[in-house]
């Protein structure tokens, strides 16, 4: 005997694999949200800063002082540059800071013989020491944060070593060096064009070769990216070598800009540079991170700068104080997003 299949009550529209649909579909509209905020917070806020100084100082909006923020900003984007590399590989670069100085002080004593061998030394130099702190990290597989720590201290006594313990300062030599770092072109200054021009190639290393998806891909998951055929060795080599490489190029253009070695300069650079990269979306977990938003933490930073400068009477000391406080709310932030975004991809 048949029996006629029950019929679901008159109104009823929403079914369990209806259900679990808009649960889905909503999960992905927050991680969505959660990874744009995450990347482009540093953005958002930035804009929000400028706006605040440009109503607020009228000093603030002068063309003169935009030209001051972008050249100050020219050395630590460069070694956020080459930061975000190592960052989203999975590592850490802690010898940058003393690497810059070490750049400045070769680029001026090496000025005397011409600008390409005020720019070759540096950038030599900090390039073997990048070389040999990625063989360390990759072929006997110590921890960055020690084997860089090491060359931070290597690069700051050979620094000290050429310099007399700090009591010689080299000036620059050649005029046409010199006027690389002062320089300007339509009101701005030299390097920030150099700056530029090495962001757009960064980004196309990073996001259109097949050396950038290994960066991602080692920082990620080192063992997947093993099992994908990902030349791991190698790839980490390189990421230290591009760090080195760009610090040297920052301290030769800050030398440029100062007419000397400057041996007091660099101390705390390294950490600017991750707390730049960090405020710009990457995460300091590796695999994930972008040039665009690193750009934005520099520039971020530098502006906040620029404003404490604009109010005139905080000391320097309540200066480190407040960008020190910004700098932990944001990285704060960022392991909330990140938290989050695991949250509901999961």
């Known amino acids: 005997m048949s029996r006629t299949p029950a019929r679901m009550p008159a109104g ?4 369990p694999p209806a259900k679990a649909a808009r ?3 909503a999960s992905m509209r927050t991680e969505r949200i959660v990874e744009l905020v995450q990347r482009q917070g540093a953005l958002a806020v930035l804009v929000l800063v400028i706006v605040v100084g440009v109503v607020t100082w009228d000093s603030f909006r002068t063309f003169d002082n935009l030209g001051t923020v972008l050249i100050s900003t020219a050395p630590p984007a460069l070694i956020a540059l080459g930061m975000t590399f190592v960052i989203i590989s999975g590592g850490i670069d802690l010898s940058v800071g003393s690497l810059y100085v070490l750049g400045g002080v070769l680029a001026a004593w090496a000025s005397q013989f011409g600008t390409w061998a005020a720019f070759a030394l540096p950038l030599a130099v900090c390039g073997l020491f990048g070389l040999a702190q990625g063989l360390i990290i990759a072929y006997a597989r110590l921890a960055p944060f020690i084997v860089t720590l090491a060359g931070l201290l290597g690069a700051r006594g050979l620094m000290l070593a050429l310099s007399d313990e700090g009591a010689d300062t080299y000036l620059v030599k050649t005029d046409s060096f010199k006027h690389f770092g002062t320089g300007e072109l339509g009101g701005i200054g030299y390097p920030v064009y150099l700056v530029v021009v090495l962001f757009a190639a960064g980004m196309l290393l990073l996001y259109r070769s097949r050396f950038g998806q290994s960066v991602y891909a080692i920082g990620g998951s080192e063992d997947a990216a093993r099992l994908m055929g990902v ?11 591009l760090s080195g490489l760009l610090a040297g190029l920052a301290g030769a253009i800050n030398a440029a800009r100062l ?4 041996t007091v300069l660099g101390t705390g650079m390294e950490l600017d540079a991750i707390a730049a990269v960090v405020v710009g979306g990457t ?11 690193t750009i934005a933490g520099v520039l971020l930073l530098q502006v906040i700068q620029n404003i404490i400068n604009q109010i005139g009477t905080v000391t320097s000391a309540w200066q ?3 960008s020190g406080a910004f700098i932990a709310l944001v990285v704060v932030a960022q392991t909330y997003l990140a938290r989050l975004r695991r949250v509901a991809s999961g």
């Open 231 to 241: 030349k791991i060795r190698g790839t980490q080599v390189r990421v230290y070598v």
């Open 320 to 322: 480190t104080v407040i």
């Open 283 to 293: 995460l300091l977990t590796g695999g994930a991170g972008t040039l665009g938003g």
């Open 259 to 262: 007419g000397s070695g400057v």
């Open 12 to 15: 009823t529209v929403v079914t």
């Open 23 to 25: 649960a889905e579909a």
